[in-house]
Nanobody
Framework: VQLQASGGGLVQAGGSLRLSCIAS????????MGWYRQAPGKQRELVAY???????EYVDSVKGRFTISRDNAEKMVHLQMSSLKPEDTAVYYC??????????WGQGTLVTVSS
């Protein structure tokens, strides 16, 4: 199982970015997909997830600013991030929150929000 995240970059506060993750080696539509982030010196946290049926949940700090979506045909999950804040700066990863250990974490994609 491989998960490859992309789309990070440097953006000013208030800006937007769209992250994408493509999966291989799994029956994608069966899995809940999640976006995680790890800021320097902090633990990795789950910021959003989407079930195979499309139900979504978000951590309070990103509600109303981030939107997770998935394309089962393309085996991709996206994270649209808007109104970005410096505290959103982190390495972002995708993984399977209800099947931890199935997929390795990968390199993630770095999001840097400047003030």
């Amino acid at each position: 199982v491989q998960l490859q995240a992309s789309g990070g970059g440097l953006v000013q506060a208030g800006g937007s970015l769209r992250l994408s993750c493509i999966a291989s080696g799994i029956v994608f539509s069966r899995y809940t997909m999640g976006w995680y982030r790890q800021a320097p010196g902090k633990q990795r946290e789950l910021v959003a997830y989407i079930t195979g049926g499309g139900a979504t949940e978000y951590v309070d700090s990103v509600k109303g600013r981030f939107t997770i979506s998935r394309d089962n045909a393309e085996k991709m999950v996206h994270l649209q991030m808007s109104s970005l804040k410096p505290e959103d700066t982190a390495v972002y990863y995708c993984n399977l929150p209800r099947a931890m250990g199935v997929a390795a974490w990968g390199q993630g994609t770095l999001v840097t929000v400047s003030s």
